[in-house]
């Protein structure tokens, strides 16, 4: 098979329809006369098809992608959760779904509630003192987190001396894009033999310069600090700030509190965290939970409470402006608040322990087929190394290409970069211990493979609707656009005719 398929508009036929409706009773006029002679891209025709090759069209289409409904997905560092349909459901409610940002505080008292609620949880769930729900992404809520470090740097006279982040070797690529991106210079601090923060590497660099440290934690390799009250503690004598991605914050609600480890602020991936889909690149959503010396300088608006009434407070003064259109990503906000209302406190830290259990039986069980660069009890997902199968002249990739025979998704390759020929593997919470010991077949039968017949993994996927691509060429001649043979001339056309219209060039 291959992904050669037919778009909608090469199917169906002239008199294929959807539902059969009675005959209109009411006059039927073109719509050109309505539009008074406007030109109207008549070459541009719609699809004629029945309802069911719509239908069959678009589960084709979805089943030749690998999801999260159709199979095991451990991609670490992206929670790749199963996302309880109710949340979809509840976002959906039509009060929800159609809020409008225009409305008014007065017409939105629902929606305000969910956005006030949900940060009163999250800053309940984190330990700290407030939160902006505004920024779309973990990677805005870093900028965001940093954009008010800096402003409480210079509120306090030191904005001019502090100028460098302090980021980790084993740090996600956007640490240093948005350390960059406000302005900041990324100073990398190598980590010690146990993939942790290696202190005294960062005592040496910390100084008055320092704005800020940054940290993952649990950190990239799944592995929690052990000297994280040490590091917090270091950050704050040398006058920075202590910032902690919380990618991985999956790990730890419900069984520890960054704002009790010492961290003065901290995003939340809710879409990592409090389910949410987030395959395709978004849309997530980004909360910033900070202590109380930042809080001033949070994004406007901020909802407050005024009795029982709720209100977009846009008068605040040292805030660091506004980040994002009307107030965030509502829908992804309202699936957040569902899945922590809906797990409750004993139930979110269910959640914790079980990805916790999951991921520490698939690493005892694995590390026998594969090299474990840091052997340590792990959180919430573990980094194995393929190097060990270059002798057979296999890589991490074939291995990840191999494991799609066998419906499961590869796991995150190459990343951390500090581990050579790096497997990062996130099973979550959700898995069967079945679905667990079926993935850990898949990849003892990968390793056995690599001694006895290389080729097979060389060769993988087989069973996939493409197998590998020629990346090269991928690259090299890049063709974007489907073209329908006879179809590529009337759309021509119609464009052009659409300009001359419009009195475009
Ligand atoms: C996913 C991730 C980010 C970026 O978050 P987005 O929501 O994808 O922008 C940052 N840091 C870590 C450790 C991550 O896993």
Same mark, same amino acid.
């Given at each position: 098979?291959?992904?050669?398929?037919?778009?909608?508009?090469?199917?169906?036929?002239?008199?294929?329809?959807?539902?059969?409706?009675?005959?209109?009773?009411?006059?039927?006029?073109?719509?050109?006369?309505?539009?008074?002679?406007?030109?109207?891209?008549?070459?541009?025709?719609?699809?004629?098809?029945?309802?069911?090759?719509?239908?069959?069209?678009?589960?084709?289409?979805?089943?030749?992608?690998?999801?999260?409904?159709?199979?095991?997905?451990?991609?670490?560092?992206?929670?790749?959760?199963?996302?309880?349909?109710?949340?979809?459901?509840?976002?959906?409610?039509?009060?929800?779904?159609?809020?409008?940002?225009?409305?008014?505080?007065?017409?939105?008292?629902?929606?305000?509630?969910?956005?006030?609620?949900?940060?009163?949880?999250?800053?309940?769930?984190?330990?700290?003192?407030?939160?902006?729900?505004?920024?779309?992404?973990?990677?805005?809520?870093?900028?965001?987190?940093?954009?008010?470090?800096?402003?409480?740097?210079?509120?306090?006279?030191?904005?001019?001396?502090?100028?460098?982040?302090?980021?980790?070797?084993?740090?996600?690529?956007?640490?240093?894009?948005?350390?960059?991106?406000?302005?900041?210079?990324?100073?990398?601090?190598?980590?010690?033999?146990?993939?942790?923060?290696?202190?005294?590497?960062?005592?040496?660099?910390?100084?008055?310069?320092?704005?800020?440290?940054?940290?993952?934690?649990?950190?990239?390799?799944?592995?929690?600090?052990?000297?994280?009250?040490?590091?917090?503690?270091?950050?704050?004598? =040398?006058? &920075?700030? #202590? !910032?902690?991605?919380?990618?991985?914050?999956?790990? $730890?609600?419900?069984?520890? +509190?960054?704002?009790? @480890?010492?961290?003065?602020?901290?995003?939340?991936?809710?879409?990592?965290?409090?389910?949410?889909?987030?395959?395709?690149?978004?849309?997530?959503?980004?909360?910033?939970?900070?202590?109380?010396?930042?809080?001033?300088?949070?994004?406007?608006?901020?909802?407050?409470?005024?009795?029982?009434?709720?209100?977009?407070?846009?008068?605040?003064?040292?805030?660091?402006?506004?980040?994002?259109?009307?107030?965030?990503?509502?829908?992804?906000? =309202?699936? &957040?608040? #569902? !899945?922590?209302?809906?797990?409750?406190?004993?139930? $979110?830290?269910?959640?914790? +322990?079980?990805?916790? @259990?999951?991921?520490?039986?698939?690493?005892?069980?694995?590390?026998?087929?594969?090299?474990?660069?840091?052997?340590?009890?792990?959180?919430?997902?573990?980094?194995?190394?393929?190097?060990?199968?270059?002798?057979?002249?296999?890589?991490?990739?074939?291995?990840?290409?191999?494991?799609?025979?066998?419906?499961?998704?590869?796991?995150?390759?190459?990343?951390?970069?500090?581990?050579?020929?790096?497997?990062?593997?996130?099973?979550?919470?959700?898995?069967?211990?079945?679905?667990?010991?079926?993935?850990?077949?898949?990849?003892?039968?990968?390793?056995?493979?690599?001694?006895?017949?290389?080729?097979?993994?060389?060769?993988?996927?087989?069973?996939?609707?493409?197998?590998?691509?020629?990346?090269?060429?991928?690259?090299?001649?890049?063709?974007?656009?489907?073209?329908?043979?006879?179809?590529?001339?009337?759309?021509?056309?119609?464009?052009?005719?659409?300009?001359?219209?419009?009195?475009?060039?």
């Amino acid at each position: 098979m291959s992904l050669e398929r037919r778009l909608l508009i090469e199917q169906g036929g002239p008199g294929h329809r959807g539902p059969a409706l009675p005959a209109c009773d009411v006059p039927v006029r073109p719509l050109a006369e309505l539009l008074r002679g406007a030109r109207l891209r008549t070459a541009l025709e719609f699809p004629q098809v029945s309802e069911p090759e719509v239908v069959r069209h678009f589960i084709e289409l979805s089943v030749l992608n690998h999801h999260i409904d159709r199979g095991f997905y451990p991609l670490g560092s992206c929670t790749m959760k199963h996302n309880p349909k109710i949340n979809d459901e509840l976002a959906s409610l039509p009060g929800i779904a159609l809020a409008h940002p225009l409305a008014g505080d007065d017409a939105s008292q629902g929606a305000l509630r969910i956005i006030h609620d949900l940060s009163r949880t999250l800053a309940e769930i984190t330990g700290f003192a407030a939160v902006t729900t505004q920024p779309a992404a973990g990677a805005q809520g870093e900028a965001v987190g940093l954009m008010m470090i800096r402003a409480w740097h210079r509120a306090r006279g030191e904005g001019e001396r502090r100028r460098k982040v302090l980021v980790p070797d084993s740090a996600h690529g956007t640490n240093p894009a948005s350390v960059h991106l406000v302005g900041y210079e990324t100073v990398t601090v190598a980590s010690g033999s146990e993939a942790t923060v290696d202190l005294h590497a960062l005592r040496a660099a910390l100084d008055d310069s320092v704005a800020a440290i940054m940290l993952t934690v649990p950190n990239t390799l799944g592995l929690f600090e052990p000297e994280i009250l040490e590091v917090t503690r270091l950050a704050h004598e =040398a006058g &920075a700030q #202590a !910032y902690l991605d919380g990618a991985n914050l999956n790990a $730890l609600v419900g069984l520890a +509190r960054p704002g009790d @480890l010492g961290f003065d602020l901290m995003h939340i991936n809710v879409h990592k965290t409090f389910s949410t889909p987030h395959g395709g690149g978004g849309p997530g959503a980004g909360p910033v939970a900070v202590a109380a010396h930042l809080e001033p300088f949070l994004p406007v608006p901020v909802v407050t409470e005024h009795g029982d009434r709720l209100r977009w407070d846009h008068d605040r003064p040292r805030s660091v402006g506004r980040v994002h259109s009307f107030y965030g990503n509502f829908g992804i906000l =309202a699936r &957040a608040l #569902a !899945y922590i209302l809906t797990h409750g406190e004993s139930g $979110l830290s269910r959640v914790s +322990r079980t990805a916790i @259990l999951n991921a520490n039986y698939l690493m005892r069980r694995l590390m026998a087929s594969y090299d474990l660069p840091h052997e340590a009890h792990c959180m919430h997902e573990f980094v194995l190394s393929g190097r060990g199968l270059r002798k057979h002249g296999v890589k991490t990739l074939d291995v990840a290409k191999r494991l799609l025979d066998f419906g499961v998704h590869a796991p995150t390759v190459y990343f951390p970069l500090i581990v050579e020929e790096a497997l990062m593997i996130e099973p979550t919470e959700t898995e069967t211990l079945d679905r667990l010991d079926h993935f850990a077949a898949a990849m003892e039968r990968i390793a056995r493979e690599a001694r006895e017949s290389p080729k097979i993994l060389q060769d993988a996927p087989t069973t996939t609707p493409n197998s590998r691509l020629d990346e090269a060429r991928a690259a090299r001649e890049l063709k974007l656009r489907w073209s329908v043979p006879g179809r590529e001339a009337s759309v021509a056309a119609a464009r052009s005719a659409e300009r001359q219209t419009i009195g475009r060039p």
